[in-house]
């Protein structure tokens, strides 16, 4: 059973909600900036982000059944809806981008939400996996929207968007500090360390994926030819980037 609007709504407006609305927000910024003349989709709970996207073309906020829909924005027009997330009321290739927020973990079948996401996704769309991590402190704390539900590992995942027809092409973690709120004010530092010394210990993944096929390198062989990678990410370590970011290319199993 889905979290109800009023408990995501509850949860944002507090102490731990805030701090991780403002660390997923930094690595959508380095994602994908203003997601200028871009149609976006969030599907979800994906409002408190949606205005980072300033922009874009068109932003639509699609609430699924069970949880409930909230008006966004809370001025002007009303651009959210809510939708069965099996059978999403939107054309193919509606999207240019799609946000996947408090989604899958509460999902009937994962899989046939992913496959109705690919299917209203632009051919050359990009989207965005923002889950639970199993191994984070996240989601075993029923206090936050994070533990409910099914938490996923990376590799987990890269299956569930290459079962979708996509290829995994980037990712990253966040909220390494504990939902404790005496330790939220060490957030940041948390972050510079948690991901050097104790990887595991992120409370969200985050996996871009595209329709686009990527070159596979084998030790010793060439690698083949394939399509450029869209500038506004460059799947590489942050470190070596202008911009930080999702964290690096997804392996190949």
Not at 231 to 241: I, K, M, V, W
Request: glycine residues 10%; hydrophobic residues 45%.
């Amino acid at each position: 059973m889905r979290r109800s609007i009023e408990e995501l709504r509850i949860f944002y407006g507090e102490p731990a909600g805030a701090l991780a609305r403002r660390l997923l927000a930094r690595r959508l910024e380095d994602a994908w900036g203003e997601a200028s003349d871009c149609d976006v989709l969030g599907l979800g709970y994906a409002t408190p982000w949606l205005d980072t996207f300033v922009g874009a073309r068109r932003v639509v906020a699609a609430m699924p059944g069970g949880q409930g829909v909230e008006m966004w924005p809370p001025v002007g027009r009303n651009r959210t809806v809510l939708v069965d997330d099996r059978r999403l009321p939107f054309a193919a290739g509606s999207f240019d981008r799609i946000l996947l927020v408090h989604a899958l973990e509460e999902a009937d079948d994962a899989q046939a939400l992913m496959l109705e996401a690919v299917r209203a996704l632009a051919p050359a769309g990009r989207i965005i996996l923002i889950a639970a991590a199993r191994g984070g402190l996240w989601s075993r704390s029923e206090a936050t929207p994070f533990g409910h539900g099914r938490p996923f590992t990376r590799r987990q995942l890269e299956r569930l968007v290459r079962e979708a027809g996509l290829e995994p092409t980037a990712w990253t973690q966040t909220l390494y500090v504990p939902p404790w709120t005496p330790l939220l004010p060490l957030a940041d530092g948390l972050e510079q360390v948690g991901k050097r010394i104790a990887p595991g210990a992120a409370g969200v993944i985050l996996l871009e994926a595209t329709r686009q096929a990527y070159a596979r390198l084998h030790p010793g062989t060439a690698a083949a030819t394939a399509p450029a990678l869209a500038p506004a990410l460059q799947p590489q370590p942050a470190s070596r980037s202008s911009r930080r970011g999702l964290a690096g290319p997804a392996k190949h199993p």
